[in-house]
């Protein structure tokens, strides 16, 4: 069973610059969420998608927007990048059924901007 | 608002003890979930164990297990015969039921296990 992948790794930009991160859910899945994880902070929801629609959203700019794909699969867009989005942003997929509560979480891309 | 509260940002145990972490939370919610999570440097979240808040029997996962006091709101982790693997910053988590909201995430507490 394969576990939830990010990519990329490691990724730097400039201010007003746009980035998209992708994730690939757990074999299973159907739900995808997404976290910024500031330095020695924990994780911040930023929204979480369900059958290709967002369905929660946390206190974050119209800026981070996303997509689910019918895969499962799904992509994290930030655009005009700002000096404070630069975190660890982690993805998180979880099953539709029994403990459809728990999130799997994947290695994260540190994004750093310039 | 959801809150969860982790009051100790570091600890430090020899391998071998038993070592407990604190977290408090906040909810108005009734059906609610609680989780700790393991990230060790490669950063990568690992889940520890899960509570469901109608379940009145504390969750046991080998050497961890938890003190659910739903009463006052507290959700403390106990380690048993801590081990050098250990070593990692731990969050305490807080979901409601359907998860649209995603997790509530303490500011972590780093454990060390010295040798």
């Known amino acids: 069973e394969t576990g939830v992948t990010q990519s990329p790794t490691h990724l730097i930009k400039t201010r007003g610059q746009q980035v998209t991160l992708r994730c690939s859910s757990q074999?299973?899945?159907?739900?995808v969420s997404w976290y910024q994880q500031a330095l020695g902070q924990g994780p911040q929801f930023i929204f979480q998608?369900?059958?290709?629609?967002?369905?929660g959203r946390g206190n974050f700019p119209p800026r981070f927007s996303g997509l689910q794909f019918p895969n499962y699969s799904s992509e994290l867009n930030v655009n005009a990048l700002e000096l404070d989005d630069s975190a660890l942003y982690l993805c998180?997929?979880?099953?539709?059924?029994?403990?459809?509560?728990?999130?799997?979480f994947g290695p994260g891309t540190r994004l750093t901007v310039l | 608002a959801q809150t969860v509260t982790q009051s100790q940002p570091e600890m430090s145990v020899q391998e071998a003890e038993t070592v407990t972490l604190s977290c408090t939370y906040d909810?108005?919610?009734?059906?609610?979930?609680l989780f700790w999570y393991k990230q060790p440097p490669s950063r990568q979240m690992i889940l520890v164990i899960r509570?469901?808040?109608?379940?009145?029997q504390n969750a046991t996962e080998n050497r961890f297990s938890v003190n659910f006091q739903k009463a006052a709101k507290s959700f403390s982790l106990k380690i048993s015969d801590s081990q050098l693997g250990d070593t990692a910053m731990y969050f305490c988590?807080?979901?409601?039921?359907?998860?649209?909201?995603?997790?509530?995430f303490g500011k972590g507490t780093h454990l060390i296990i010295q040798p």
């Open positions: 909810t108005s919610e009734s059906n609610y979930y």
């Open positions: 998180a997929s979880s099953p539709e059924a029994a403990q459809q509560d728990t999130q799997y």
């Open positions: 988590a807080l979901g409601s039921g359907g998860g649209a909201d995603g997790l509530t």
């Open positions: 509570q469901e808040a109608y379940k009145q």
């Open positions: 074999s299973g899945h159907n739900t």
């Open positions: 998608y369900y059958r290709e629609e967002e369905n």
